[in-house]
T-cell receptor, first 112, second 112 residues
Framework: EDKVVQSPLSLVVHEGDTVTLNCSYEVTNFRSLLWYKQEKKAPTFLFML????IEKKSGRLSSILDKKELFSILNITATQTGDSAVYLC????????????FGQGTTLQVKP | NAGVTQTPKFQVLKTGQSMTLQCAQD?????MSWYRQDPGMGLRLIHYSVGAGITDQGEVPNGYNVSRSTTEDFPLRLLSAAPSQTSVYFC???????????FGEGSRLTVL
């Protein structure tokens, strides 16, 4: 059965800290891995990763995929209170449904 | 710059009632989908559509119907509401089946 596991489930840090969020997966015929940020309402897209070892970066956020070890990490440097959110990892496997298999999410709280 | 618009944002139903959650997107996306989000379960795919006139079942389709008469609209119908359908429902769209999904702000449904 396809599954996505995120760790830790929750995390509390102080502003300025660097955090690493983990996502491991078991999916038939992996196609892509996506990261989303959810602040109370709609998940907003962060990154889509398809190739191993190629870092994607946007400001203080970056992510990388390891297709051999079946995991991805999301790094946030110099955290700010506005980074407080639930971070969702999702994986797309084989088939034509476009279905994303989501992990449970990591709740990040950044304290001033 | 509306993106994906869902209505209503909140709804309370009694067991056995029916209702329709509306979803519209203005990005001319071919692919649209409905997910439900439950605590500890992540987001799960209910139904999806790869274009006008084409719909198919996702992971948890029982109790729900969809239709796609236009590119823009993808309503989700609850035929006879049950307490197990209490959830937050997200509509999402993407330019193509395997692209990044853009989510609406969600509809919180409570079935008593």
């Amino acid at each position: 059965e396809d599954k996505v596991v995120q760790s830790p489930l929750s995390l509390v840090v102080h502003e300025g800290d660097t955090v690493t969020l983990n996502c491991s997966y078991e999916v038939t015929n992996f196609r892509s891995l996506l990261w989303y940020k959810q602040e109370k309402k709609a998940p907003t897209f962060l990154f889509m990763l398809t190739s191993s070892g190629i870092e994607k970066k946007s400001g203080r956020l970056s992510s990388i995929l390891d297709k051999k070890e079946l995991f991805s990490i999301l790094n946030i440097t110099a955290t700010q209170t506005g980074d407080s959110a639930v971070y969702l990892c999702a994986v797309r496997g084989s088939g034509n449904t476009g279905k994303l298999i989501f992990g449970q999410g990591t709740t990040l709280q950044v304290k001033p | 710059n509306a993106g994906v618009t869902q209505t209503p944002k909140f709804q309370v139903l009694k067991t056995g009632q029916s209702m329709t959650l509306q979803c519209a997107q203005d990005m001319n996306h071919e692919y649209m989908s409905w997910y439900r989000q439950d605590p500890g379960m992540g987001l799960r795919l209910i139904h999806y559509s790869v274009g006008a006139g084409i719909t198919d079942q996702g992971e948890v389709p029982n109790g729900y119907n969809v239709s796609r008469s236009t590119t823009e609209d993808f309503p989700l119908r609850l035929l006879s509401a049950a307490p197990s359908q209490t959830s937050v429902y997200f509509c999402a769209s993407s330019e193509q089946v395997f692209g990044e999904l853009f989510f609406g702000e969600g509809s919180r449904l409570t079935v008593l």
